[in-house]
């Protein structure tokens, strides 16, 4: 399954938003993983885009 840029991105602003709150810290540890695979996804998938637009433009 393909990774879906704009869901990762709505879900890291979910995250931060919750973690900007009063939460528990085990809470807040989990949420802090989730993040982190979230932003390497979302940095795998724009290194995938910038290739892509770098071999159209070489075209």
Do not use: W
Not at 22 to 33: C, Q, R
């Amino acid at each position: 399954m393909d990774f879906d840029f704009e869901k990762g991105m709505k879900r890291l602003s979910e995250i931060s938003e919750q973690m900007n709150g009063d939460i528990p810290l085990e809470t807040s540890i989990k949420l802090y993983s989730e993040a982190a695979e979230l932003v390497k996804r979302c940095r795998e998938y724009i290194d995938g885009a910038k290739l892509e637009v770098e071999k159209t433009e070489m075209m």
